[in-house]
């Protein structure tokens, strides 16, 4: 008996080719970049950790060490760093995947209209259940948004390859943030940044 039905491998592969567009081997324009769940003019960036370090836990707040890749342009030296946590890229995408949607589509949120993919990464997706597509939007409206944290960050230097920024927690949402990070940091994995000159 085959593992997946014809119809639901057809779905899968296309849902695979608009989802990563880079992998399809041809140079056509791709219908939706979906890789960038924040658009430019937002500030987000997509970087890698490279190495994570606890400095001091206590009860005025957790402060550490954050290596991460280099930035595509060369920033100002940073005074705040925010973390949107939530959501990475590939839990978006597996969410759509399992609900058979296009992160493509655009939909009306926070009082703007963005594509899906770009909403579901502000909203809490581990509670999420079947949704049908015409009451999407309702859905959307009715969730309650995650808040990025933000850390104070007390020095930075960049190397060749990397970012060093030596950070300390100002808040809950940061210290939450924090124990979430340490997570993130043994895997290694991509992780939305934003890196902040002033307390705005």
């Given at each position: 008996m085959p593992l997946l039905a014809a119809g639901s491998l057809k779905k899968a592969l296309g849902i695979l080719a608009e989802c990563w567009p880079s992998l399809r081997n041809?140079?056509?324009p791709a219908p939706c970049q979906q890789q960038v769940l924040f658009p430019p003019a937002a500030g987000w960036?997509?970087?890698?950790?490279?190495g994570y370090r606890c400095l001091a836990e206590?009860?005025?707040?957790?402060?550490?060490?954050?290596?991460?890749?280099?930035?595509?342009?060369?920033?100002?030296?940073?005074?705040?760093?925010e973390l949107q946590p939530q959501n990475s890229y590939s839990q978006v995408a597996l969410w759509l995947t399992r609900l058979?949607?296009?992160?493509?589509?655009?939909?009306?949120?926070?009082?703007q209209r963005v594509p899906l993919c770009q909403a579901l990464s502000c909203i809490d997706l581990t509670a999420a259940s079947q949704i049908p597509a015409s009451a999407l939007s309702d859905w959307l409206a009715s969730q309650p948004r995650l808040t990025a944290g933000r850390f104070q960050v007390l020095e930075s230097w960049e190397t060749d390859d990397s970012?060093?920024?030596h950070c300390?927690?100002?808040?809950?949402?940061?210290?939450?943030?924090?124990?979430w990070l340490q997570q993130q940091a043994i895997r290694y994995q991509l992780l939305y940044l934003r890196f902040l000159a002033n307390r705005c």
């Open positions: 041809n140079s056509s960036q997509h970087l890698r950790i490279l206590h009860s005025a707040g957790y402060e550490f060490m954050l290596k991460l890749e280099s930035p595509s342009e060369r920033l100002a030296l940073p005074t705040l760093l058979g949607l296009s992160g493509c589509q655009t939909v009306q949120f926070a009082q970012l060093n920024l300390v927690t100002t808040d809950c949402m940061s210290r939450a943030c924090y124990h």
